[in-house]
């Protein structure tokens, strides 16, 4: 652990294992959401296949990347991320939308609620380190925050597109 970083952070007055709790929290969701797109990316059907098909594979690549910041950041702050997939399922904020049905629309219907609900706790974490003063976990959220709401964007611009053909 940052044993420096984590000092700061605490004498800001926050707490820091609430903190690590919320972001093992998200960093579930991550987790969750790429295993969504990426299995959502193997069964797709329908209209607009091949292009929804590279934006599910792109995000996944995403959302892999927030969980990298997640554990790097929780280990600074002196946690541990969640070792047991197991456990993604207990403390995920966001769930897991079973890809069951193969259709595109359906597909983008299930992944643009993910996105939402992402970008409604990544900006509860955000208005908490905000009031915490951690500069660091709150510039590492804000861009994880930045992305989600590309993401929401990329996949509303499909969904218009899918339903006008
Ligand atoms: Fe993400
Ligand atoms: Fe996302
Ligand atoms: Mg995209």
Redesign the pocket.
Same mark, same amino acid.
């Given at each position: 652990m940052g044993r420096k970083g984590t000092e700061i952070a605490a004498k800001s007055g926050m707490d820091v294992k609430e903190l690590i709790k919320k972001l093992n929290k998200a960093y579930a969701d991550e987790w969750l !959401?790429y295993i969504q797109y990426w299995t959502g990316a193997q069964v797709i059907e329908g209209k607009m296949r091949p292009d929804i098909q590279k934006e599910l594979m792109e &995000?996944a690549g *995403? *959302?892999l990347g927030?969980a990298q910041k997640l554990a790097d950041r929780i280990i600074q702050l002196g946690g541990t991320p969640i070792l047991d997939p197991k456990d993604y399922f207990k403390q995920t904020n966001c769930g897991y939308l079973v890809p069951s049905n193969f259709d595109s629309k359906e597909l983008l219907k299930q992944n643009i609620a993910? *996105?939402r609900c !992402?970008i409604s706790v990544y900006n509860d974490i955000l208005e908490y380190v905000r009031k915490g003063k951690d500069a660091i976990t709150f510039h590492i959220i804000r861009g994880i925050l930045e992305?989600?709401a590309e &993401?929401e964007q990329d996949l509303e611009d499909l969904q218009t597109d899918v339903l006008a053909k």
């Open positions: !959401a &995000h *995403e *959302e927030h993910g *996105e !992402a992305d989600e &993401h």
